[in-house]
């Protein structure tokens, strides 16, 4: 089931990590995934998406990564909140290609979108994009004049706001981080 559209999205430090340490991995590629929960916006888990595009700027999910993660939903009964990607070197508030209808179809804020931006600190950047072991979290701290969560993971330094898309325009709403 699909739920009405949250006016506040709160993450469990748990699931910020686990977004965290998923956009770090697959840098400089974007990253992206489902989020899930109950209807006040109180996601319960973020299911991981492959990115079949595997590019800097643009990201399209695979196929039955989709599937899968919506089976999981259906399975452990939660509601559909929306999804998350990166901007690898970017900013955390939506792109031209975001609230593009042509390419996007979650354009009439019935799901919230959480966009993390994150970059390379002056101290580098060493995680590689094969994988292996998961980057320690060494700083997390909540922006709530910006309505925004801050972390450092290693080498890199993120920032994720959540909003409602529309065609060509977007609503930021509330992002809490909870734990």
């Known amino acids: 089931m699909t739920a009405a559209s949250p006016s506040r999205l709160t993450l ?23 989020l899930v ?11 991981e998406l492959v990115n079949a595009l595997a590019q800097p700027h643009r990201f399209l999910s695979e196929p039955a990564s989709l599937f899968a993660a919506e089976r999981r939903r259906r399975q452990e009964g939660w509601d559909l909140l929306g999804f998350y990607h990166s901007h690898p070197g970017g900013r955390p508030v939506p792109s031209q290609v975001d609230t593009d ?12 979108t959480l966009i993390v931006a994150l970059y390379p600190t002056a101290s580098g950047g060493s995680v590689t994009q094969s994988g292996g072991t998961q980057p320690e979290e060494t700083l997390f701290t909540l922006e709530l004049a910006q309505q925004a969560i801050t972390a450092r993971f290693t080498d890199y330094a993120l920032e994720a706001r959540a909003y409602r898309l529309f065609p060509h325009h977007w609503q930021q709403i509330e992002l809490l981080l909870e734990g």
């Open 37 to 47: 929960g109950t209807s006040s916006g109180h996601v319960r888990a973020a299911y």
């Open 12 to 34: 469990p430090r748990a699931v910020w990590r686990q977004i965290c340490a998923q956009a770090v991995r697959e840098w400089p590629n974007e990253c992206l995934g489902m």
């Open 101 to 112: 209808p042509a390419v996007n179809y979650w354009l009439d804020g019935s799901v919230v």
